[in-house]
């Protein structure tokens, strides 16, 4: 029963901005540090940023300084406020659960929701 639902995505300009929400469905976010990831067309998943239950973040360098990850114990909720959006963010996003190894590695998580999809036109 344990699965991320993930939302907020949809059709943005370039430049725009977006917040995307992952509600935990069957555990409880205070337990682990929880993550966004991205999989664009044809491409392979790719991290994006992570927050640990300290609330100490990580960013992909590609994200820093435009996107920002934070967590709301008490609603069991991750987001990622996304701004500066740029055609090339344009992908399925997803949140997942770290459950131990390497906290920027896809193999290192579980609980994946379905997706949100994030498209940025030019």
């Known amino acids: 029963q344990e699965q991320a639902v993930e939302s907020g995505g949809g059709l943005v300009q370039a430049g725009g901005s977006l917040r995307l929400s992952c509600v935990a469905s069957?555990?409880?976010?205070?337990?682990?540090?929880m993550a966004w990831f991205r999989q664009g067309a044809g491409k392979e998943r790719e991290f994006v940023a992570s927050?640990?239950?300290?609330?100490?973040?990580s960013y992909a360098d590609f994200v820093r300084g435009r996107f920002i990850i934070s967590r709301d114990n008490a609603k069991n909720t991750v987001s990622l406020q996304m701004n500066s959006l740029q055609p090339e963010d344009t992908a399925v996003y997803y949140c997942?659960?770290?459950?131990?190894?390497?906290?920027?590695?896809?193999?290192?998580?579980?609980?994946w929701g379905q997706g949100t999809r994030v498209t940025v036109s030019s």
């Open positions: 069957g555990f409880t976010i205070r337990s682990y540090t």
């Open positions: 927050i640990k239950w300290s609330e100490t973040t």
């Open positions: 997942a659960a770290h459950v131990g190894g390497d906290r920027s590695s896809s193999e290192s998580y579980r609980y």
